[in-house]
């Protein structure tokens, strides 16, 4: 599904970024970006809300949240499905 805000994404980076701990950076790898790459995708979901009445209801901040929320919990249940490497548990939960 798509939605009616459009993030890039170095912005949504920087949504995570604001929400966790410890500070972490990020960085393009130019040999890994391809030159026929969009530089934008988005999804037009207007012919679908107009068929179905359908509207977005929660913000992308929010479902980020809920997201690291999700992990946070996983991580400190111990269930999480992979393993933090040798040292960073601590960093990872």
Not at 31 to 43: C, H, K, Q, Y
Not at 48 to 75: H, K, P, Y
């Amino acid at each position: 599904m798509g939605g009616t805000q459009i993030y890039s994404v170095q912005e949504l980076i920087e949504i995570i970024r604001n929400r966790v701990v410890p500070i972490f950076k990020s960085s393009r790898t130019p040999g890994l970006v391809r030159a026929r790459d969009e530089p934008v995708i988005a999804g037009d979901v207007s012919k679908f809300q107009a068929c179905s009445g359908w509207a977005a209801e929660i913000e992308l901040f929010q479902t980020v949240q809920d997201m690291l929320n999700w992990w946070r919990r996983l991580f400190r249940s111990g269930s999480a499905p992979m393993t933090c490497r040798s040292g960073a548990k601590e960093r990872c939960a």
